[in-house]
């Protein structure tokens, strides 16, 4: 290497030789058009497959409603849930019934209205309404637990001025949800999936070039030339960033157009933040590719290492402050876990700068160390 | 025929196992990927950040939050003295709730009126938001029945009692861990099926297997085979680690469990040799295995349920996989279910993994000739 610089002293990047190498790269991508359909045709797939199929948002759930004894009291109870949207309830006679249902994963919970509940709620205390839910998947069953509750509440006050004993309350609580009132699961799902998807996109086009070329000998090959390694490294790096953006801003089209995900930030900061994920998560798949050597366990090394930890540890889905202190250190190090968060602030609250700047900050960090890391093991590789 | 696939399976094996960079490939991701997952993935909150802005200076606002601290869920970061303090710290994260309660709340509470609890919360992440309020919803529903008691004010015409089934103070590892038993299980077959027939293509060594006595069977169920072992071993290993180290209760009995583990190795082995076939490089497979991988973990229930999806996708998820097994691990942990109860979730995975299978031993042939 050192033998090398003094062969070919100046500036440290050569426009032409960057120029030459770039022209390499884009015929190459020209000519196998598999790269192109990485970038623009794979993320309006996966966004529109993900991005109808991914919800939180129950509705029409499958109730078994226990009525032993029909009458008026069990009738009103009943029509809240067949006026909800929430649920789609099933009538069923006896508890034996609903619980086999319940078995056979016909129905996700049960509501039982015993024999006596008309006597009971003319006594004094109050009735009692079982509720089963499947808890298996907890998430949902606490879903679940909620709409039951709304319902039931809103019976209440229903029925209240009609049972001589006003319903009194002593504190109700008056929700405010900001930046998504109506609790639309994708307006936050969407935005995450864009930081998935393009974290898939950028380990793809990436991960495997580099990999390739040492597999064939033809990285040895540009190392004679008096090309220099950062000269190599942005000739890989710029043709596949501006096909990288081009899917970005794809994707961002149809989160708005498509999805009416709402957009409140400026288009600016989306693409120069958009542009600093995709460095970085090109730069982590030259990574991967330097450090493995063949495309094999490049190719492995990709998926392991980029799509599920951004699906789980990215807080997506899952919330990161709720994590172990030892996993969320761990999740610093997923560059989709900054992108995740300054999407959903930029499509849904607006440019707010404590959340951009320091985000931001750290990708780019990130993506510093990471085209360091690249460089040092490109020379090595050489010595 | 049988000696000549033992023979190409051991050959399978050791080109897996010999090279340290797939070995370590093999080996560590998994367990990492099992303890760093298992406890990352949960919808449970805990250590919710909030504020709080008290205009009341009474004895019931002092109770009600009182309630709201002590409460593990919940940690306060700030108190907050004036309305425009709120937007900050929801708009800068530093809070993922304000509680807001009136000057006149103690007031209108001791004359028998309703007073008001207002939460403003941040709607980003709606699933949260809503999980939220259910816990202070909790909280609140507590205080009320403590407060009707105390100032004897009548009691609601009827109430619930909720119970949940199988998983009764609704930990969500008990869904998740068993998830990923299947996801790893499915991640470790695939890749080691997908890119194998790619590999010796690109390196010209599927020709000349192609050359040898071996029959196009022969080929495919020794190539099969390996991912299959493997695959088990390790499945079997996180399903210990779930046990014993996540505590996720295993109620069931191993038959309707390894059975489901037997047709959902034959289903993602075959889709993987599938893969493989089709592509020439081993670019290609990736690209292939990316392309199964990524919609088999996401459309399958893993996090998100089906029944929530619209019915066009519910129908594609049909050919997943993942879908079946996901309900088998689950339910047999959980729900203790039998084989008559799941026998409908098998068959499925069998259709796929013979289809796939046959295909993938098509186009072996077709390429021969």
């Known amino acids: 290497m050192r033998t090398m610089k003094r062969a070919h002293p100046g500036h440290a990047l050569n426009r032409m030789r960057l120029m030459g190498l770039m022209k390499k790269e884009a015929y190459q991508i020209v000519r196998d058009p598999s790269s192109i359909a990485i970038a623009f045709v794979l993320p309006v797939i996966l966004l529109i497959l993900f991005g109808y199929g991914v919800s939180l948002d129950a509705e029409h759930v499958p109730v078994a409603i226990v009525v032993e004894h029909p009458g008026s009291e069990t009738a009103s109870f009943v029509a809240g849930f067949r006026e909800s949207r929430y649920f789609r309830p099933v009538i069923m006679r006896t ?173 600016l900061v989306l693409f120069a933040t958009a542009g600093l994920f995709l460095l970085t998560s090109l730069a982590m798949g030259l990574f991967i590719s330097v450090v493995a050597k063949n495309q094999f366990v490049a190719g492995q090394i990709a998926i392991i290492a980029t799509f599920l930890p951004a699906f789980i540890l990215s807080g997506f889905l899952f919330d990161i ?30 440019d707010v700068w404590a959340v951009v700047a320091w985000n931001s900050l750290a990708l780019g960090i990130m993506c510093i160390f990471f085209l360091l890391l690249v460089r040092k093991r490109m020379k090595k590789r050489l010595e | 025929m049988l000696r000549r696939i033992i023979a190409l399976m051991i050959k399978e094996i050791i080109a897996i196992v010999a090279d340290p960079k797939s070995r370590m490939v093999l080996i560590g991701p998994p367990i990492i990927q099992l303890m760093v997952f298992g406890y990352a993935a949960t919808f449970d909150l805990e250590h919710v950040p909030y504020a709080v802005y008290n205009e009341d200076r009474g004895q019931a606002s002092r109770d009600l939050l009182a309630r709201l601290e002590g409460s593990p869920n919940f940690n306060l970061v700030a108190r907050v003295a004036r309305d425009g303090e709120v937007r900050p710290l929801i708009d800068d994260r530093k809070a993922m709730a304000v509680v807001h309660v009136g000057p006149l709340f103690t007031e209108e509470l001791l004359r028998g009126r309703t007073g008001s609890l207002q939460v403003v919360v941040d709607g980003r992440n709606s699933n949260t938001a809503m999980i939220v309020l259910n816990y202070i919803r909790t909280i609140v529903a507590d205080f009320n029945q403590g407060w009707s008691q105390a100032h004897g004010q009548g009691s609601a015409p009827a109430d619930l009692r909720i119970r949940f089934w199988f998983n009764p103070n609704l930990d969500s590892r008990w869904f998740i861990i068993p998830g990923l038993v299947a996801l790893l299980t499915l991640v470790v077959s695939l890749l080691l099926t997908a890119l194998s027939v790619a590999r010796e293509r690109e390196a010209g060594t599927f020709d000349q297997m192609l050359a040898t006595p071996l029959r196009p069977v022969e080929i495919l169920v020794g190539k099969a085979l390996p991912g299959f072992v493997i695959g088990a071993i390790e499945a079997t290993f996180i399903l210990v680690m779930a046990m014993i180290w996540f505590q996720v209760p295993f109620r069931g009995t191993f038959f309707p469990l390894y059975l489901g583990l037997f047709m959902f190795l034959l289903s993602s082995v075959g889709a993987g040799l599938m893969i493989s076939s089709l592509s020439v490089t081993q670019q290609q497979a990736l690209l292939g295995t990316f392309l199964f991988l990524v919609p088999a973990i996401i459309l399958s229930g893993f996090a998100t349920p089906i029944a929530n999806m619209p019915q066009a996708v519910q129908y594609l998820t049909y050919l997943n996989p993942l879908r079946y097994f996901l309900i088998i691990v689950r339910s047999v942990f959980l729900e203790a279910s039998s084989f008559e109860i799941l026998w409908n979730l098998y068959w499925p995975m069998a259709v796929i993994g013979t289809a796939t299978l046959i295909i993938a031993g098509w186009l072996f042939r077709r390429r021969m000739y």
Do not use: C
Not at chain 1, 148 to 167: F, M, Y
Not at chain 1, 331 to 336: D, P, Q, R
């Open chain 1, 95 to 267: 508890i034996q019934a609903a619980e086999n249902a319940l078995m056979h994963r016909d129905v996700d919970g049960i509501v039982w209205l015993r024999g006596n509940f008309a006597r009971d709620m003319r006594a004094p205390g109050p009735a009692s309404i079982g509720v089963i839910v499947n808890g298996v998947n907890a998430n949902q069953a606490r879903i679940i637990e909620g709409y039951v509750t709304g319902v039931w509440s809103k019976w209440q006050e229903r029925i209240a001025p009609g049972q001589g004993r006003p319903l009194k309350v002593p504190v109700t609580v008056e929700q405010r949800i900001w930046f998504n009132p109506e609790m639309r699961s994708r307006n936050f799902l969407v935005p995450g999936l864009i930081a998935i998807i393009m974290t898939l996109i950028g380990a793809l086009l990436t991960a495997m070039v580099v990999a390739r070329e040492w597999e064939r000998g033809t990285m040895e090959a540009l190392m004679v030339t008096p090309v220099r390694t950062q000269e190599i490294l942005l000739g890989k790096i710029i043709p596949y960033f501006v096909l990288g953006m081009g899917g970005m801003a794809l994707s961002v089209g149809m989160a708005v157009w498509v999805f009416d995900v709402p957009f409140r930030g400026s288009y």
């Open chain 1, 321 to 350: 402050g709720s994590m172990p202190k030892a996993v969320q250190l761990i999740t610093h190090i997923i560059a989709a876990r900054y992108f995740v968060s300054i999407l959903q602030t930029l499509f849904l609250a607006g």
